[in-house]
């Protein structure tokens, strides 16, 4: 195992790491005790964010970044699942390598777009001069219907805005009526973060327009991963501002992953029409660059990865680290966002367990009513003195997730208490999805969601609770 990461070996070729040290590596994946079982991850490596997700020749695509070589950040490739189902995905493996000039340090995050009967792919290329120097370029490769990819020979996008530094990545391209138009996460020259627009008739005419105007707030230093889509009729921007003031928005992740509403966008002025305050996309510790797709049946879909930038994970030891959430339907309701998963996720349950027995193993979803003006506590992964505290109080409408009672310690750095805020003197909902060291919350139908790992000891299975409830169902899950 590589423990001193120098910069010359996260950029080393992938042809130039040898058999042995790659069987060594999928040896320690396939033997970690931290895997789980339905959600998607590497067998080695290191998973970040989604990408490229998107429906098309009759399947779903998803990819996501990705190092084979360790559980680091080093010369990025995209790796490719297809899906009918949104559920059991295909591992079709490595799409696009860090091969060009254009690339050459790493194939960065970006999106799709099918024209034409072949997928477009739009994406980041990192590249890097002897002095270390950061250069960014938008680049693009076409897939065909057999998965076959060929990359553009030149950037869509060539350079930065002149008024922006080199942080300037993570594109998401969409055809509005008979325009193209590009979202970039950017980052000003007096270090204030972005959303840059471009628009174009043809893909190498795109050019930039200006700043997204979504909101009167601050951003940061740089905004990452912009995402729009049409939720219910309405815009909506997701997005992970890195420097975000506090007071602006409650939030203790080292970087939050956020959204905001609005009623319309006008793209001839780049304008977000009556948005909301800037709002957690998710209330736990552990879910960033979140990305969407619009579905062929109308459904607003997104997807996120599991795990913070520059933060060490216990499965890090392993050399493998990262997920992805479950998919995860969105809708607005009362001017709120909803994120719940989609209804395919009930493909994944099996035998309904006993709730009695309490021994409920490590892949299960629970659901919990707890009626208005109580108050239950909620212990996973119980054992002696370890558990994941979920205390869900009707009386004041707080869910309160406590995960310092552990091991296996987790960035205490940043907290080891979240809480969620809904209606009080009203019942409260839980749905959890538990899959090993991811535990995904979902509160009311979805309008607080927290995600987040904790990592137990390999017999901790059992669930104390405590306090009132209306009802309560355990399914096991599997895939």
């Known amino acids: 195992m590589i423990t ?15 058999n042995e040290y790659i069987s060594e590596l999928k040896e320690r994946g396939s033997n970690s005790i931290w895997h789980s079982k339905y959600h998607i991850e590497p067998d080695f490596g290191l998973l970040n964010d989604p990408n490229g997700f998107s ?5 779903y ?3 996501y970044q990705y190092y084979p070589f360790g559980a680091v950040h080093g010369l990025k ?10 559920i059991h995905w295909e591992n079709k493996g490595i799409a696009l390598k860090a091969d060009t000039k254009y690339d050459s340090h790493g194939v960065y995050s970006g999106s799709a777009l099918s024209i034409d009967e072949q997928l477009l792919l739009m994406y980041t290329g990192n590249v890097r001069n002897e002095q270390g120097e950061r250069f960014a370029y938008q680049d693009a490769a076409w897939m065909d219907k057999n998965d076959k990819i ?6 869509l996008i060539k350079e930065p805005p002149t008024n922006c530094t080199s942080e300037f990545r993570d594109p998401q391209i969409m055809k509005i009526k008979d325009n193209y138009q590009v979202i970039i996460g950017s980052q000003t020259s007096d270090e204030h973060g972005k959303i840059a627009v471009y628009q174009g008739k043809e893909l190498h005419s795109l050019h930039f327009t200006g700043f997204l105007n979504f909101t009167d707030n601050p951003t940061g230093f740089m ?3 912009p995402n729009l889509i049409e939720v219910n009729g309405q815009p909506v921007i997701i997005f992970c501002p890195q420097g975000l003031d506090h007071q602006i928005l409650d939030y203790q992740n080292i970087y939050p992953n956020c959204y905001v509403i609005g009623q319309d966008l006008d793209w001839n002025n780049n304008t977000v029409k009556e948005p909301s305050s800037i709002n957690n996309l998710d209330e736990g510790f552990d879910l960033y660059a979140s990305q969407v797709l619009k579905a062929p049946d109308g459904r ?4 996120g990865w599991i795990n913070l930038p520059d933060l060490i994970y216990p499965n890090d030891q392993d050399d493998w680290t990262g997920s992805l959430s479950l998919i995860k339907e969105l809708t607005i309701k009362n001017k709120q966002l909803y994120q719940y998963p989609i209804a395919e996720t009930k493909m994944l349950r099996q035998k309904k367990i006993d709730f009695q027995n309490e021994q409920v193993g490590k892949n299960f979803e629970l659901e919990l009513t707890v009626p208005a003006n109580q108050r239950t506590s909620l212990k996973l992964f119980k054992t002696d003195h370890n558990y994941l505290e979920i205390t869900i109080n009707a009386l004041n409408g707080i869910v309160t997730v406590d995960r310092s009672r552990t091991k296996f310690p987790l960035n205490k750095e940043f907290g080891e208490i979240r809480r969620s805020t809904v209606t009080a003197h009203q019942e409260i909902q839980l749905n959890i999805f538990v899959d090993n060291t991811i535990c995904e919350i979902f509160i009311n139908n979805g309008l607080k969601v927290q995600t987040l790992r904790y990592f137990s000891e390999p017999d901790a299975n059992t669930i104390d609770l405590t306090g ?12």
């Open 223 to 225: 905004i990452e991963c």
């Open 300 to 303: 607003s879909l997104s997807v």
């Open 468 to 479: 009132s409830y209306d009802q309560i169902n355990v399914w096991e899950l599997k895939k």
């Open 150 to 155: 060929k990359k553009e020979e030149v950037p």
């Open 55 to 59: 429906f098309f020749n009759y399947e």
């Open 77 to 86: 490739s995209w790796y490719h699942l297809t899906s009918k189902d949104l």
């Open 61 to 63: 695509h998803l990819f």
């Open 4 to 18: 001193n990461w120098t910069r010359e070996l996260r950029y080393k070729k992938y042809s130039d790491w040898s």
